[in-house]
T-cell receptor, first 112, second 110 residues
Framework: DAGVIQSPRHEVTEMGQEVTLRCKPI?????LFWYRQTMMRGLELLIY????????DSGMPEDRFSAKMPNASFSTLKIQPSEPRDSAVYFC??????????FGPGTRLTVL | TQLLEQSPQFLSIQEGENLTVYCNSS?????LQWYRQEPGEGPVLLVT?????EVKKLKRLTFQFGDARKDSSLHITAAQPGDTGLYLC??????????FGKGTRLSVIA
């Protein structure tokens, strides 16, 4: 079975550019989570969806961050404009009925 | 805000040694999960503990949930190089989503 799929795996961009991260959750899962991981702050929840509806976006750091889930099989996390302090590994995870979360391999973002 | 403190932050040991890592909080959690994360990958769930005082074993790994459901420990017996990774604990409290600790980075040297 395919797990959570994220793309791209690595992204290097310059400050001020728009960045879009993509996630395909496991089929049949009704929860989707976006996390950010850094050495300093660990794994932080940014936003999560239930049945494609955003439930809690209190972890989104600034208005520069936005996330959408247009259907059950696709979600995006967009940063516009990007800043060097946004450099981190971004994970998408999905679960069924808020049970065990399955994480994707992550997108390593570097903003120069 | 519920916080989980993990200790030690880093641990480097020789193959065959035993070790214990800790996950502590001032908050009560309805359940607590342990994950292992290897370089370049996402965290993978190892175990979930739900009942205060519960002990679960997974081969050489022993997980314990504190009686008050505020803390947990992970004990590894006879560590192997394959145990190397970042160990994360995560607490679930009612309607709130998982809260993760910053992790213990374990290195087992052959």
């Amino acid at each position: 079975d395919a797990g959570v799929i994220q793309s791209p795996r690595h992204e290097v961009t310059e400050m001020g550019q728009e960045v879009t991260l993509r996630c395909k959750p496991i089929s049949g899962h009704d929860y989707l989570f976006w996390y950010r991981q850094t050495m300093m702050r660990g794994l932080e929840l940014l936003i999560y969806f239930n049945n494609n509806v955003p439930i809690d976006d209190s972890g989104m750091p600034e208005d520069r961050f936005s996330a959408k889930m247009p259907n059950a099989s696709f979600s995006t996390l967009k940063i516009q404009p990007s800043e060097p302090r946004d450099s981190a590994v971004y994970f998408c995870a999905s679960s069924f009925r808020s049970d065990t979360q399955y994480f994707g391999p992550g997108t390593r973002l570097t903003v120069l | 805000t519920q916080l989980l403190e993990q200790s030690p932050q880093f641990l480097s040991i020789q193959e065959g040694e035993n070790l214990t890592v800790y996950c502590n909080s001032s908050s009560v959690f309805s359940s607590l999960q342990w994950y292992r994360q290897e370089p370049g990958e996402g965290p993978v769930l190892l175990v979930t503990v739900v009942t205060g005082g519960e002990v679960k074993k997974l081969k050489r790994l022993t997980f314990q949930f504190g009686d008050a459901r505020k803390d947990s420990s992970l004990h590894i017996t006879a560590a192997q190089p394959g145990d190397t990774g970042l160990y994360l604990c995560a607490g679930e409290g009612g309607n709130t989503p998982l809260v993760f600790g910053k992790g213990t980075r374990l290195s087992v040297i052959a």
